[in-house]
């Protein structure tokens, strides 16, 4: 019985470093998931901006689990201009100007579709999708405020044990605990990167 599972994790923390130090750290995939623990590997691949990521996590039976990602990242500027300032073509900014006007910037992750077939669940190997948006946007105090919403979707196959638990009630509590986990990942991920930063916390 294959079952699917959903789970998101979030976060809102203050990181004291300035904004294009902490958004050029923050926008370096490999650089940040190796500080989550389930992350056994992230690569670029031959696809422009695509990565493959590989998580790892032991089940019940304490079999490893394998899970690949395959995520396409894109950066977004987020530029507010005065009303003095005409723009019909935002490609013909200067970057002098970009510079002055930049309010924040957007890194979004998004499952890409490859074609070649990744399953094979009697190896514990299965395919996820991953979808998440950072929004990172300058605060008093050389500061930077750092918003991180990240949601992944699983498909694998349940054990013969769990399936005398109704479908309804399995769903939701394999969706709960599949929160809690990305959850608890997220937080260690986040303080881990702050080692490298004076100081952080909770926005």
């Not at 990305?182 to 490298?196: L, R």
């Amino acid at each position: 019985m294959e079952m699917d599972a959903t789970g998101v994790s979030k976060g809102d923390w203050i990181f004291q470093g300035e904004f294009e130090r902490t958004t050029a750290y923050l926008s370096d995939q490999k650089r940040i998931l190796a500080f989550n623990p389930f992350c056994h590997s992230v690569e670029l691949t031959e696809i422009e901006n695509v990565y493959k990521w590989l998580f790892r996590v032991t089940d019940p039976q304490n079999n490893p689990f394998d899970v690949i990602f395959f995520v396409e990242q894109s950066e977004e500027l987020l530029v507010e201009l005065p009303e003095h300032i005409a723009c019909e073509d935002p490609e013909g900014l200067s970057d002098e100007t970009i510079r002055l006007y930049t309010i924040g910037k957007k890194i979004h992750w998004k499952h890409y579709p490859v074609t070649t077939q990744i399953e094979d669940p009697a190896k514990y190997l299965f395919e996820g999708k991953a979808f998440g948006d950072m929004n990172m946007h300058p605060v008093k105090g050389n500061n930077t405020r750092v918003q991180f919403d990240l949601k992944i979707d699983v498909r694998f196959v349940l054990y013969p044990a769990f399936r005398i638990v109704p479908e309804k009630i399995l769903h939701a509590m394999t969706n709960a605990g599949m929160s809690m986990i990305m959850q608890t990942a997220t937080n260690k991920m986040f303080h881990s990167i702050t080692k490298d930063f004076k100081n952080f916390k909770l926005a």
